[in-house]
Structure formats: C-alpha cells, structure tokens
C-alpha cells in the first residue's frame, strides 16, 4: 500500500469536517492536514438527501459557522442554499484542495509505541486500500449511517404495489405528481417532506404512531435582515447569532423547568393555527414532555397551511399491515396510496463506521466515558464532533474544533505526542450519554459512550455551559494524561 503522512487526518467533508480544516488553518497553521471524505461530493448530510423540501430546521445564524457570516434573507434555510454556503467556504478558504475525495476510512490502529494513527482507506475505484498515518484524528463523519436509513418491520410490505422509499434514498425520478402519497412518520423529515409533496400529490397523508411537537416560525428574521441591511456584518452576525442562541437556550430550560406551560403554549399556537374544530389534542399533543425529544419546526406554518386546505392530512393509529393497494391500519381504517415514504428515522452509527484499535485492542466505544464530548476515555489523539440535540449542530461542532487546536498548541509548547483523557475516579457515577428519548438515540444508547455526574464527563447541552467548559476552560488537569 501507498502511505501518506500528516499532522491531522479529518474524517469527512461535511459541516464538521470543513469546520475542522479551517480552525486548523487559523489556529495550527503550521501543522498538515488532508480530509478524507468517502463519497465524491462535500456537504455530508445536505448532499446526501435529495428528497422534496430538504431545509434546515435550525436557523442558519446559528447553523451556518462562527468564522463565515451567513448572509441569505432567509434564516430557515433549503438544502441547495445551505450546499452553496459550503461550497463557497471550501473554496474561499482553500480547503477543497485539502480533501481526498472517494476514500472510506474502514480502519484506524493506534500505536502508543509510535503515538501514530495508522489508516486503512478505501479508494473508490480501486482494489486495493491506501495508507495513511497521523498523530491526531478528527472524526467528522456525522452520526449516523449513511448507507441505510432505519427501517422497521411492516408486516406484508412485500404486497404492496405501488413504490416504498426512504427519506435517505430519495431520486430526483420519484414522480409524486398527482399520486396518493402516505408518509409514515411523524418527525423533522416528515413535517419537511408532507407540505412539499402536498403542492404537487393528489393527497398527503402523515402517517404517525404518536405525535410530535411542532411550532411555527417565519423563514426570514426580519431583524437580523434589518441589521444585515444597516450594520456592518461584522456587528450585524454575531449579534444574530447570540439572539437566537440566547433564545433557543431560554427555550429548552423553560421546557425542562415548566413542561406542561410549553406544552400549553405549543398546542395554543397548532389551535390557532388550525382552529378549535381540528382535533389538535389527537394529532400534535405528545405523551412526553418538549425536548424530550426534538420540537419540530414548520417555517411560515406550511404544514398547518396544506391541512386547512385540504392537500394534506394526519392520521394517528398503528399499522396493521400493508396490502396491495395502501395500509391497513389497527383500527381498521384504510389508507390507499401509490406512494408510500417511511420518513421513519436514522441508524445511529459513531466513528463513520470505521474500525478502530487503540496498540491492537478494538475498545467498547459503550464502555468508554465521554470527555466533555470530544473525546473518549483511553482513547489518545482522537477527537469526535458530535453536535447537540437541542441547537444548532455546528455551535458545538465549532467548539470542538477549536478546542482540538488549543489541545495540539499545548501538545506542541510541551513537547508531548500524546494525549489520552483517564476516567479513574472511583467516585464518578455514570450515566448514559444522553437522556434524550427519540428513537434514533434510544435503539443505539448501549453504543454510545457514558458520562459522568461532573466535570469534565458531564454534557449538558447548553451552548453556553460548554463555551466556558471547552473554548475557555483548562487544557491540563488531572483527567488527561500527556506523554
């Protein structure tokens, strides 16, 4: 095998991975670097899904990165304006040039004996794998699994003659024009994908086990649009941004301290919405509390808007089983369709998959405790963005970045190689690594790293907490072991 050498390997050329390059570029220039990025294209996530009304359901004031004001007039972003913010970057930034595109990384070996990664990369295209070796990794392969989506198992699916596609497989070939169209599931795809698929389909139906949150919000921030207009935007974006971060941050702790006052106040906007006819309690009062799991965003109220007018609707029961021509459902109504789109959920998988070893041991990734998120007990040189579940993906991932350069600043002033966070505190209590119930999560918890009661193994998110914790707090403790 071929063998390339750098300083930093970044895994992946989504938001994470292009936040990554540049905070290496500002903050380390001295150091190499090379994304490896498996498929052909940037953009992660937003260049993989291709399914009508792909938008963001964050506000691109607080998605969009720390270093790179976002300037469009709609804050509620779709995915072709997101894809060209990225792009923009990469090559306003000189990144593009730093990525290795059509390499999967299927295997990463840690020496402590050499403090090098040792990588085994797949080529697209070619037979055999490619070497790469660095002192430190940054994983930025996203969450989830980027081959399949999460399906479950529908009894009789087999029979239905018509077309079954997932979200995450979507072709611009579907034709939907027209069509009876059900949608089964009741999340941020779903919600995206009914009043797109509305405007051109004979009939939507959102098909859900259980309701979600929803609220409504304009698509455009009319201030923000106003400072933008008659600020600098140096004075202009960060402004914005601490708006809508404060705001998201009141939000969440209000769900968390006065539950039901939300879930009052949500449900008054879906009846103002609707109108008091519409059986709002049925379809859009969930049995958990806001933020249990995620609070789903409708821009300008388009769901709401294609129920009144009749292209859509919402039907709350359980499938019983699919026949040739639609869903029967255990109540024993039927839903006839021609399309059918299980907008059902992601496959958790951390690390992109790979296959990692710390001097020829494979660590349990579900053993391990989560170093203020970023990196794993006993596991050197490796960082992991990971974004929160209740704000913007990037606020924590820009954190992440930066604290990765402070790190390999400290390494480099000290003359260390290595660099592994140690859990020996017998008094820690354990928990998982989130308490956030959506099923996504909740299939793959057992998987997923622990935290701890306290600093520095505890997460929390909150944008503001980690700010101290991670951009400003300490970089030697006793928690992380130098040699």
């Known amino acids: 095998m071929d063998k390339m050498h750098f300083d930093v390997l970044i895994i992946g050329a989504g938001i994470s991975g292009i936040s990554a390059a540049r905070h290496l570029q500002m903050d380390c220039p001295h150091k190499t670097f090379a994304i490896l990025e498996g498929r052909q294209n940037i953009g992660g996530t937003w260049d993989l899904f291709k399914y009508p009304g792909i938008r963001s359901d964050s506000d691109m004031y607080t998605l969009g990165f720390r270093f790179r004001p976002w300037t469009g007039t709609k804050a509620i972003a779709d995915g072709p304006s997101i894809m060209q913010y990225l792009n923009e970057a990469v090559d306003e930034y000189g990144i593009r040039q730093k990525i290795h595109f059509g390499r999967r990384v299927k295997k990463a070996s840690w020496s402590t004996a050499d403090a090098l990664w040792a990588l085994e990369v797949e080529v697209e295209g070619q037979p055999h794998p490619v070497a790469y070796t660095c002192n430190f990794v940054s994983v930025c392969a996203g969450y989830y699994n980027y ?36 949608v089964i599931g009741s999340g941020a795809t779903a919600v995206t994908l ?22 409504s919000r304009p698509d455009e921030d009319k201030l923000a649009n106003w400072m933008n207009r008659n600020l600098p935007l140096a004075i202009a974006y960060p402004v914005t941004r601490w708006k809508n971060i404060l705001m998201a941050t009141l ?34 009062s969930p049995s958990y509390n806001p933020w249990d799991q995620r609070v789903c965003l409708v821009p300008n109220g388009d769901m709401f808007a294609a129920i009144k007018k009749g292209t859509a609707s919402v039907v709350t029961d359980r499938i019983d089983t699919f026949t040739e021509t639609g869903i029967q459902l255990q109540s024993g109504e039927k839903l006839d369709a021609e399309l059918i789109v299980t907008a059902t959920g992601l496959n958790v998988q951390l690390l992109g998959g790979i296959d990692l070893y710390v001097d020829g041991t494979k660590p349990d990734i579900g053993k391990t405790v989560s170093y203020k998120s970023i990196m794993f007990s006993n596991i050197p040189n490796l960082t992991m963005a990971f974004g929160y579940t209740n704000a913007s993906w990037t606020l924590k991932v820009d954190l992440t970045n930066q604290y990765m350069c402070r790190l390999l600043n400290y390494m480099d002033k000290k003359g260390y190689r290595q660099c592994t966070p140690r859990q020996n505190d017998p008094n820690l209590q354990l928990h998982p690594f989130t308490d956030f119930s959506a099923g996504y999560i909740q299939r793959q918890i057992n998987n997923l790293p622990m935290q701890g009661n306290k600093k520095p193994w505890l997460l929390k998110q909150n944008y503001i907490f980690d700010l101290m914790n991670i951009r400003h707090g300490e970089i030697e403790n006793e928690v992380l072991e130098y040699r």
């Open 194 to 215: 009914v009043p797109e698929l509305a405007k051109k389909a004979a009939h939507v139906t959102m098909l859900q086990r259980s309701p979600t949150y929803i609220f």
């Open 251 to 284: 939000f969440y702790r209000l769900s968390k301290r006065y539950p039901q006052g939300v879930k009052k106040l949500l449900i008054k906007g879906i009846k103002k919405e609707l109108g008091d006819d519409y059986p709002v309690e049925k379809h859009f």
């Open 147 to 182: 081959e399949a989506g999460y399906l479950p198992h529908f009894e009789g699916i087999e029979k239905f003659k018509g077309q079954v596609v997932h979200p995450q497989k979507w072709t611009s070939d579907i034709d939907y024009t027209d069509k009876r169209v059900v």
